[in-house]
């Protein structure tokens, strides 16, 4: 009853909802993505639109400045034209004006800005760092873009111990509905803690590896150094 070999997996809206209906998924949120101009007023800038959930702000920790907000449930369910700027995006097309109240356009449409980042530092990031992007809800992201597939969806477990427990319940659940191997890790490609701390485990080891090196060769460059010292001294005195 399974699906031939190479058959795409196209992870839809219902798909990531379901998921969060999953005993150990804490939040999920589907994730849209495309460049857009973002006009304000006679200033123009591109830059990275993200439909996303309410949830998504707690997962990626987009903590809004003083006055201003994330999205909300009601801006989901009610496809509220409203949006969270990064803090680039802010300094591009706004300077010293407050944002939160302001009107931006986005694809010709008019959105309400609700909130702008906080400084926020990032080692990583996919498609762009947070700061250049604007967050709209996903589901008003259907009036801009086709948002019948998923191209990403980011999910939280209720505890980073049973990470790998909820992503095999994940991973369950889509192949049940797109009838594959759960086993089949190709299917969908998932990226978490797991896979970063092995990727960070590694930097970290060959760092470790480096100063070592750089320490041994110090400390035996600083060894020789004290020995010429005490020869010479030595050589004088006799």
């Known amino acids: 009853g399974g699906e031939r070999a190479g058959k795409r997996v196209r992870v839809t809206a219902d798909d990531v909802i379901a998921i969060g209906e999953l005993p150990l998924v804490k939040n999920v949120s589907p994730e849209f993505m495309q460049d857009f101009p973002i006009v304000y007023g006679n200033k123009q800038s591109s830059h990275l639109v993200r439909g996303v959930s309410a949830s998504y702000g707690t997962m990626r920790s987009e903590k809004p400045q003083a006055g201003g907000r994330f999205l909300e449930e ?15 995006v802010q300094r591009k097309l706004f300077g010293a004006i407050p944002p939160v109240g302001e009107t931006i356009r986005v694809g010709g449409q008019p959105i309400e800005i609700v909130g702008e980042m906080e400084e926020k530092v990032q080692l990583s990031n996919y498609n762009r760092p947070d700061k250049y992007c604007v967050f709209i809800p996903w589901t008003t992201m ?3 873009v086709d948002n019948r597939y998923v191209a990403t969806f980011v999910w ?18 889509l192949a049940k509905r797109y009838r594959y191997d759960a086993s089949d890790e190709r299917a969908v490609n998932m990226f978490g803690s797991e896979k970063t701390n092995e990727i960070t485990d590694g930097i970290v080891g ?3 590896i ?6 041994v060769l110090t400390l035996a460059i ?3 150094g004290i020995m010429n010292i005490m020869f010479v001294n030595v050589q004088e005195r006799t």
């Open 222 to 224: 600083g060894g020789v």
């Open 142 to 144: 259907g009036g801009l």
């Open 74 to 88: 009601e801006d989901i369910r009610l496809r509220r034209r409203v949006a969270f700027i990064g803090s680039e």
């Open 210 to 215: 480096v100063l070592t090196f750089i320490g």
């Open 206 to 208: 060959g760092l470790k």
């Open 156 to 173: 939280q477990a209720v505890s980073p111990m049973l990470e790998p427990k909820a992503t095999r319940q994940v991973r369950e659940l």
